[in-house]
């Protein structure tokens, strides 16, 4: 079976290395607890990196960018067109992600998959064409079974180069008109929710947008529904090329061992696939910020997760999990570079 990689295990965290992580951090001349998350976050990273003091130094970030077949059901407050122009704009480095990207010192790489508007070719651009845009999943699957595959194993050779390239960290970010669309119909699938739960603005959709999305969406579930007890079924008929793509690479990181940073709505409506799919990935992963669209938080409840950052961001692109950068990067060289009580001779708790 071609995909039956997306069930195998997530590699185990090192509960060794996260308790030294710890014992270390009680040693740091702090009450113990006072530098809060900052303290949780170098504990969990240690033991994500198998080792006493961790790093996010070295960021790979992946964009994947791909059109969507039901942007023809009016859903998004912006042309299709946008999705390839984007790709062009993100070769030429004048995206936020491009501007983060260099601001972190962080390797981007941009993975175009398909878009009507085809921008050409750039050097720093990998096509890695599936078709110019998924299927309209108001009627149709998104995706046939060698669309999913293809786009599962891109994700997965960009967690291959982030390991080779020693990443510490991964994050994956998304290009899509129209993907809150089809990120809210898998998170619908996947956690009960209905449509006017989780449907929100998106790109900037008033009241009566917003209703006509959670229309659109509540047709798409009842067209599907026989079919979406099966999480990888629900991704093939919902998701979209970079959504799938995003699934694989968190699911590869986490088999591999590079630690996660799950960014917005979009990226987490592909981490909650990635954990209904392959149940292991779950504690691999970190999720960065609350973004303000509007069923993000929802996403975030069904997975248990904590976001660090909560800006009002609403892009994707992975800018707000670039945005947590600084922050993990600090909580590392805390951990790393504090004097214990003992070696500055600081007297502890009575
Ligand atoms: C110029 C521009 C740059 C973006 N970068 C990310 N998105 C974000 O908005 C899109 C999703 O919103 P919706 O579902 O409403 O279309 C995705 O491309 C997402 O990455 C952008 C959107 C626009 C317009
Ligand atoms: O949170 C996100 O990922 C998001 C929200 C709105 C539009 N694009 C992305």
Not at 67 to 91: I, Y
Request: include cysteine; glycine fraction near 10%.
């Amino acid at each position: 079976m071609p995909l039956d990689w997306i069930r195998q295990s997530a590699k185990p965290i090192d509960t060794a290395a996260r308790d030294a992580a710890a014992a270390r951090q009680a040693q740091l001349t702090k009450p113990p607890g006072s530098l809060g998350r900052l303290e949780a976050l170098a504990i969990a990273l240690a033991g994500l990196q198998g080792r006493e003091r961790p790093s996010a130094g070295r960021v790979q970030i992946s964009v994947y960018a791909a059109d969507h077949g039901v942007a023809v059901e009016g859903v998004s407050a912006f042309p299709q067109a946008v999705t390839g122009e984007m790709v062009r704009n993100f070769a030429n480095g004048g995206a936020a992600i491009s501007v983060l990207a260099r601001a972190l010192d962080a390797q981007l790489e941009v993975i175009h998959l398909g878009t009507v508007n085809d921008p050409g070719r750039y050097p720093n651009v990998t096509r890695d064409w599936i078709a110019p845009s998924t299927a309209n999943f108001r009627h149709q699957p998104a995706m046939d079974a060698a669309q999913l595959d293809h786009a599962l194993r891109c994700g997965r050779h960009s967690a291959r180069n982030a390991a080779q390239a020693g990443a510490d960290l991964f994050v994956g970010g998304e290009m899509g008109i129209a993907n809150t669309t089809s990120a809210t119909a898998l998170a619908c699938a996947l956690t009960g929710a209905t449509p006017l739960e989780l449907a929100g603005a998106g790109t900037g959709l008033d009241a009566a947008g917003i209703r006509h999305k959670a229309d659109v969406v509540a047709h798409a579930l009842a067209f599907h529904r026989a079919a979406l007890g099966d999480p990888l079924e629900a991704l093939q008929r919902l998701g979209g090329f970079e959504i799938a793509a995003l699934v694989g690479a968190f699911v590869a990181c986490a088999q591999i061992g590079i630690a996660v940073l799950v960014d917005g709505f979009i990226a987490s409506a592909a981490a909650l696939a990635a954990c209904a799919i392959n149940p292991s990935v779950r504690e691999r992963l970190l999720f960065a910020h609350r973004s303000a669209e509007a069923g993000h938080q929802r996403v975030l409840d069904a997975l248990s997760a904590q976001p660090i950052l909560d800006l009002r961001m609403r892009l994707g692109e992975g800018s707000g999990a670039a945005t947590a950068v600084p922050l993990l990067r600090l909580a590392c060289t805390l951990h790393a570079q504090m004097a214990t009580f003992a070696e500055a001779g600081v007297s502890e708790k009575a």
